[in-house]
């Protein structure tokens, strides 16, 4: 159970976060039987997870799921948190341009920032 315990404050909503970014799947199998016969048999299947996270593992959608939505197109991008605020964008983006919530800069966009600054220092 320690793997669910969320990092850093805790409380509900880091701990709902959690499960929703990582999934939680719930497999029962119920029977009642009297002198060796089955009388009730009940199979449970239930996964609680976000969309993204379903679309990454493949679990199946409720039929009528628009699989076209701008949403499903998100899901297949990676993406990263900010290190700084943990705003979640496509992890591409974060590191080429940073964080426009915070102004993170990523190492590899402050060393092309310093060599532009020196190219235009010698020209």
Not at 3 to 11: A, D, I, K, N, Y
Not at 33 to 49: D, H, M, N, Y
Request: negative net charge.
């Amino acid at each position: 159970m320690a793997g669910l315990m969320p990092e850093g404050h805790g409380g509900l909503p880091d701990a709902v976060e959690r499960i929703l970014d990582r999934g939680v799947v719930l497999n029962a199998d119920i029977s009642v039987s009297v002198a060796g016969t089955e009388l009730l048999g009940i199979k449970i299947r239930a996964a609680l997870a976000s969309f993204e996270t379903a679309a990454r593992y493949g679990l199946a959608l409720p039929s009528g799921a628009d699989l076209n939505a701008a949403g499903w197109r998100e899901a297949d991008r990676v993406k990263a948190s900010c290190p700084e605020c943990g705003n979640r964008r496509e992890e591409r983006s974060l590191i080429e341009e940073g964080c426009p919530i915070c102004g993170w800069v990523s190492p590899l966009q402050e060393e092309a920032l310093e060599h532009r600054k020196a190219l235009e220092q010698m020209a």
